[in-house]
């Protein structure tokens, strides 16, 4: 049963990237422990682009970023010291925990040119983990298993599906995972969660009798459930346990306000440490950003 259909909202980030917003939405701000879900691109980017696309330096409490790319590559850097190209069907999961700032710049696009197209998502971490220390890892090839049934193929992004479990570690029951799927093809939408959904990134779908387009998040109840693909479709299919009421103000989520205020703080102050390879800008706290 479809409990709610969320359409993605365009946002402008400046510099020609461009992004579909679909969590937090205000009927629906949470799906398990997912509170924020967007569809980066498709975008063409030239060779030579201005900087200005990048994603300068900017911090993160009490979440999990999940970057996941169907074609582009990104390159990550961090105040851990990480330096990460990210390419399609691999996993960057950074844990901000108690603070962590990072970047996120189109260097090989600037190179050669790209098609960056890609979901970025981020996970709450539970009331008891929220100030754990900063982590970060990378997953490829096996870290991340994949299976290829009847025109469906399949890649486990997190957490356990499918009979399959991926190695990033994750802090709540969860599962999120990528379908390529064929035209006439069907894939099970895993249960044994209270929150599910899936998101059509490309192509459209069936599912109980209609069609669905691409670019909509179906929030769907506990109860097992089929998705056909109409054409060419790739869908990402998500879920697990909620963890209770979260905030957010800017990249920030909290169970607290006054944390938010004090992350807040932190960053104006200069007290969150930048990443050594790329300390040189930043983005400095907005000053439109209510907490909610």
Request: hydrophobic share 40%; aromatic share 8%; glycine share 10%.
């Amino acid at each position: 049963m479809i409990e709610m259909i969320i359409e993605q909202r365009r946002r402008n980030l400046g510099g020609g990237m461009e992004v579909g917003r679909v969590l937090p939405f205000a009927k629906q701000r949470m799906v398990g422990p997912f509170i924020f879900f967007d569809h980066m691109g498709p975008l063409d980017i030239a060779a030579g682009v201005d900087r200005s696309i990048d994603v300068r330096p900017h911090p993160h409490i009490g979440l999990s970023t999940v970057t996941y790319l169907f074609s582009g590559e990104v390159m990550h850097r961090d105040s851990l010291g990480y330096e990460q190209p990210i390419r399609p069907q691999e996993v960057n999961w950074m844990t901000a925990g108690r603070g962590i700032t990072h970047s996120e710049r189109f260097e090989h696009a600037r190179a050669h040119g790209d098609h960056l197209h890609g979901i970025q998502a981020w996970v709450a971490l539970p009331t008891e983990q929220e100030e754990i220390a900063p982590s970060f890892s990378h997953h490829a090839g096996l870290d991340l298993p994949q299976w290829n049934d009847a025109g469906v193929v399949g890649q486990l992004i997190a957490g356990s599906a499918y009979g399959l479990t991926a190695s990033a570690e994750i802090h709540s029951p969860l599962f999120y995972a990528h379908l390529d799927m064929a035209p006439g093809a069907t894939a099970e939408i895993p249960g044994g969660h209270k929150e599910r959904a899936l998101y059509i990134a490309t192509g459209a779908v069936e599912l109980n009798g209609t069609r669905y387009e691409s670019g909509r998040m179906l929030v769907l109840d506990s109860a097992a459930s089929r998705v056909r693909a109409l054409e060419h479709s790739n869908v990402m299919v998500l879920g697990g346990e909620p963890i209770g009421e979260r905030f957010l103000y800017w990249n920030f989520v909290s169970s607290s306000k006054d944390r938010l205020a004090q992350a807040a703080s932190d960053w104006q102050a200069g007290r969150m440490k930048l990443p050594d390879a790329d300390d040189a800008e930043f983005i400095p706290l907005p000053d439109d950003k209510g907490m909610g």
